[in-house]
C-alpha cells in the first residue's frame, strides 16, 4: 500500500492557487495525494478528491456534517500525514484527525496568518486566540510564515510539537521577474497605455479586508498632480460595484481601471511602475511577493504581512490604513523620479529571494523529511518543485 498524504482547507481553490508543487512533489516521492475542501475544481496530482460541506465561519451548522465526513474518511483511508490550511479547515482536519494521530498519522498545520496579532481587535483575540492555542495541541508541526505569528505562537507557549516559521508559499521568480525597457513599452502600446503613463498595480479580491477605497481616494488626491497616473485594480468580488461607483464619484474614473480576474498578472505586473496594497489585515501577501520579484517598488499598509515584506524607505514605504493623504503623496513622490523607483525596485528583487519557490521548498523539504520516516535525503532527493 502506496503512502498517503491529505491536504485539507476550506475551499479547493486554496490549493490551486499555492500548494501545487507540493503535491507535485509528493507523487514525485511515489504517495498518493488525496484533497478533503469545499467544491469540484479538477486539481492535477491529486489521486482522490473529497468534496466536503465546509463553510468559513466557523459556527456554520453545515461543518457538522463536514466533521464526520471528514473523520471518516481520515479513518478509513490511513494517512501517514495531513497538512491541513485556513482556520476552519485547519481545525475540522485536526478534530477528526484525533484517533488517527494515536497510530502514527502526523499532522501538519499552516497558519496563513492568524486572525488575532499585535494590535488586532479585542474580538478577535477573544474569537480566535483561544481556538489556535487549544488547537495547537492536536499538531505535530504548526508552522507559521510571518515572524510576528512565530513569534507569537512560541511567547504564547502554543503545544504544538513542534513550531517553525517558512517564509510563506513561494513566490515563482521564473514567472515573476522583470521586464525589459522594449518588452514594457510594446506591451504597454498593446494594452493602449502609453510610455509615459504612471502605472499602478493591485491584483485582490474586492472585499473590506482588502480596502480598496483607500486606493481609490488616494488617486482622486493626485489626479490634478500626477494627471497620467493609472491605477490596475485585477480581481473581483462583493464590493467590486462599490468600489466602481467610489471612482466615478470621486472623478477617477478613467484612473482607475477595473481589469476583473486575471491569469496575466505576471505580464501585466511587470509593465507597471508600482505595485500598491492597501488590506487591513495580511499573513504574507503573495502579491507583493510577486511584484517584488518583477523589481517593483512597494507602497503599502502598515500590517504585519507587509511590514514583512517592505522595509519602509528601502524597498517602499508603509502607511498607516487611515493615512491617505501621506499614502498619495508617496506616489506623487515615486511618479517624479526615475532613478528612486529603480532603486526601491533592485532593492526589492534582492529582499525577495529568501521568499522564492526554491527557498520555500528547502525549508518545507526538512519538516516533511522528518514526518516521513526516512533518513534525511542527500541533495539530488531534496525537495524541487517543478512549476506549471
Known sequence: MPNKILFCATVDYHFKAFHLPVMEWFKQQGWEVHIAAKGDMELPFADRKFNLPIERSPIHMNNSAAYRELKAIINEQQYKIIHCHTP??????????QEARKKGTKVIYTAHGFHFCKGGSLLNWILYYPIEKYFAR?????????????????SRRFKAKQIAHVHGVGVNTSNYKPMSKIDKWRLRQELDYRTDDFLMFYAAEFNKNKNHQLLIQAMAAIKEEVPHARLLLAGKGALLEESKQLAEQLGVGAMVHFLGYRTDIDKLLPMCDVAVASSLREGLPVNIMEAMACGLPIVATRNRGHSELV?????????KE???????????????????REELGEKSGVMVKKYSLAQVALELNDIYKS??????????????WVVL
Do not use: C, H, W
Open 371 to 384: 514526518l516521513m520516516e526516512q533518513p534525511q535525503a542527500d541533495n539530488k532527493e531534496r525537495l524541487q
Open 138 to 154: 492536536l499538531t505535530d508541526y504548526l508552522i507559521t510564515i510571518n515572524n510576528e505569528d512565530y513569534q507569537l505562537a512560541v
Open 322 to 340: 487611515n493615512q491617505i493623504k501621506v499614502f498619495a503623496n508617496k506616489l506623487v513622490e515615486l511618479s517624479r523620479s526615475k532613478s528612486l
Open 88 to 97: 476552519t479547515g485547519g481545525v475540522l482536519a485536526r478534530l477528526a484527525a
Open 311 to 319: 522595509m519602509d524607505g528601502e524597498n517602499g514605504y508603509l502607511v
